[in-house]
């Protein structure tokens, strides 16, 4: 089993859509939970950190699950800028340096 | 915002030679690190770095890779001799303190091209 699990995709959505990414992790050590989004051939950027109450920003709400191992994002009124490849990542305890990352869920928000 | 830089933005180089990529962290910053990222496929960690000695490895930084921080600003991955399976994307990251909570902040990443 994959250490970080997502579906790889494409989502197309018409803009102002809600669309929702779900993702598990095989390790129940693992401490800290983030979402990334990155542009086609760009470095990934921090989108959110994922807190166990859950957390929103602005249109970006995220979730944890802990007792299912499972993480979700959830984006309201797509734009057309939210295009983009959105990576789950995880954090093991004692690991503070080494990032796991899934494949990344891609989104493509259409006209 | 303070950024991580890196350079060069893409490098092409014929298999066998030595490369060496080149990032400076972000000024305050004390644990330095590098992923990289094959093309199609996820980023992968390969190195943290911390107090001029590696912290942490993962089974992909062979003896064929090192990291160096020679002077105080820049911090490098050297390749000493490069296969075709090397070419992906290389990000550096920096970071202030070695919290599992402190969620990294990549540069912009070198294009490695091996032919």
């Known amino acids: 089993r994959k250490e970080v699990e997502q579906d790889p995709g494409p989502f197309n959505v018409p803009e102002g859509a809600t669309v929702a990414f779900n993702c598990t992790y095989s390790n129940s050590a693992s401490q800290s939970f983030f979402w990334y989004r990155q542009d086609c051939r760009k470095e990934p950027k921090l989108l959110m950190s994922v807190y166990s109450s859950g957390n929103e920003d602005g249109r970006f709400t995220a979730q944890l699950n802990r007792a299912s191992q499972y993480i979700s994002l959830l984006i309201r009124d797509s734009k057309l800028s939210d295009s983009a490849t959105y990576l789950c990542v995880v954090n093991r305890a004692g690991t503070a340096s080494k990032l796991t990352f899934g494949t990344g869920t891609r989104l493509q928000v259409t006209l | 915002e303070p950024e991580v830089t890196q350079t060069p933005s893409h490098q092409v180089t014929q298999m066998g030679q030595e490369v060496i990529l080149r990032c400076v962290p972000i000024?305050?910053?004390?644990?330095f690190y590098w992923y990289r990222q094959i093309l199609g496929q996820k980023v992968e960690f390969l190195v943290s770095f911390y107090n001029n000695e590696i912290s942490e490895k993962s089974e992909i930084f062979d003896d064929q890779f090192s990291v160096e921080r020679p002077d105080g600003s820049n911090f490098t991955l050297k390749i000493r001799s490069t296969k075709l399976e090397d070419s992906a994307m290389y990000f550096c990251?920096?970071?202030?303190?070695?919290?599992?909570?402190?969620?990294?902040?990549f540069g912009n990443g070198t294009r490695l091209t091996v032919t």
């Open positions: 990251a920096s970071t202030p303190k070695n919290s599992y909570n402190s969620p990294l902040h």
């Open positions: 000024s305050n910053h004390l644990y």
